[in-house]
């Protein structure tokens, strides 16, 4: 079984991809892997070098500034693990050739715990929206999610709950890329070059779904190119109440789901 006409961009590090050509020919491998082995059915010409900063995002992103003119119809994201890490291989040949937008995930590989986290009516993952993931991974810029929503988009609505794909993994068509213009790309990846593991990447995982779906009004801050040193981009202030406050609110919800 092939993918038809889908243009596959994987993002690597120290994965095994040499199931790529067994399902198309049709690909570019961004590598961010210390080994330099390339797997011997693996065309050379379809792998990039990567930085290893920003996972995915980072790769995602320079694949989109690189052809936005020039862009395939559909387009398959996704990291070099993604089945087993997400998904089963079973499942990817079931969805592999949608020509619509489809977040690549299977909600029977989900423990959601409410109030936490719940599946949708489309089988989609949701999360409780309160950046807990922040704690654990250094930022630069932005704090929070809302936060960030709040930087690229005019008066969005800011959710309880977030609908993503765990792990950054779709299918998009040109035009629902072709939304955002370039420069918002060219933003979104400086955001996350800073370092191997950057809490913006955590956000703009949860955020994407929303950056290409939404029609909220984009902030002219966004529409902007970025000087990381200068006012056009700073850490936005950290509020230590409200920080303490949803840290204490995540432990009690927490706490009572396990009852």
């Known amino acids: 079984m092939f993918i038809k006409n889908n243009f596959l961009v994987i993002s690597n590090y120290n994965n095994k991809i040499d199931w790529i050509p067994e399902y198309t020919s049709n690909y570019l491998i961004y590598n961010k892997s210390e080994d330099t082995k390339i797997p011997v059915n693996i065309d050379p010409k379809k792998i990039i070098k990567s930085k290893n900063v920003g996972y995915n995002f980072y790769d995602y992103f320079t694949f989109i500034i690189d052809n936005y003119d020039n862009l395939p119809e559909n387009i398959i994201f996704a990291k070099g693990n993604v089945f087993p890490r997400h998904i089963t291989e079973d499942y990817f040949r079931k969805i592999m050739n949608n020509a619509y937008f489809t977040t690549i995930e299977d909600y029977k590989t989900y423990k959601p715990k409410f109030p936490i986290s719940f599946i949708s009516s489309d089988g989609g993952f949701n999360e409780i929206n309160n950046s807990w993931y922040l704690k654990h991974f250094e930022t630069r810029y932005f704090n929070n999610y809302n936060d960030f929503l709040r930087f690229v988009y005019k008066n969005p609505f800011i959710p309880k709950y977030i609908r993503f794909a765990p792990g950054g993994n779709y299918i998009v068509p040109k035009n629902q890329i072709l939304k955002l213009p370039k420069i918002v790309y060219e933003n979104l990846k400086l955001l996350i070059s800073y370092c ?64």
């Open 196 to 259: 191997q593991l950057p809490g913006e990447t955590h956000i703009i995982e949860r955020a994407i779904y929303t950056l290409w779906n939404s029609n909220f009004e984009l902030n002219l801050g966004i529409l902007k190119p970025f000087n990381i040193n200068s006012t056009n981009v700073k850490k936005s202030n950290r509020n230590i109440f409200n920080e303490i406050f949803s840290h204490i609110a995540f432990k009690l919800i927490n706490l009572l789901s396990k009852k």
